[in-house]
């Protein structure tokens, strides 16, 4: 799975915005979103597998595990969205030019 389909859900681009401040536990991840903890495991396992996040266990007890965003998955986002806005401001550019020229 790749990044945007991972970022199609609305609950994977919430969880994403709550790991940009901090790491947590997948059971506030579920209780922030109002998700059960099984229906939370399946959009961490998507993001997961997308490299979006990773999970660490705690030294002090292995059984905790915590999810922190991976910035670097959110470069090919990024890329993509400069071309698309450069894009927009050359088209948006060229209709500028176009009404001008029609108004004068």
Same mark, same amino acid.
């Given at each position: !799975?790749?990044?945007?389909?991972?970022?199609?859900?609305?609950? =994977?681009? #919430?969880?994403?915005? $709550?790991?940009? @401040?901090?790491?947590?536990?997948?059971?506030?991840?579920?209780?922030?979103?109002?998700?059960?903890?099984?229906?939370?495991?399946?959009?961490?396992?998507?993001?997961?597998?997308?490299? !979006?996040?990773?999970?660490?266990?705690?030294?002090?007890?292995? =059984?905790? #595990?915590?999810?922190? $965003?991976?910035? @670097?998955?959110?470069?090919?986002?990024?890329?993509?969205?400069?071309?698309?806005?450069?894009?927009?401001?050359?088209?948006?550019?060229?209709?500028?030019?176009?009404?001008?020229?029609?108004?004068?």
């Amino acid at each position: !799975m790749d990044v945007f389909d991972a970022l199609a859900d609305p609950t =994977r681009r #919430r969880v994403v915005q $709550l790991l940009g @401040e901090r790491r947590h536990r997948a059971g506030e991840l579920a209780d922030a979103t109002g998700m059960s903890p099984a229906a939370m495991s399946r959009h961490l396992k998507v993001l997961l597998a997308a490299g !979006m996040i990773e999970d660490e266990r705690v030294p002090e007890d292995a =059984r905790i #595990r915590m999810f922190k $965003l991976q910035p @670097e998955s959110l470069v090919a986002v990024q890329a993509f969205l400069d071309q698309l806005q450069a894009e927009w401001r050359t088209q948006l550019g060229s209709f500028k030019r176009h009404v001008e020229a029609k108004t004068r």
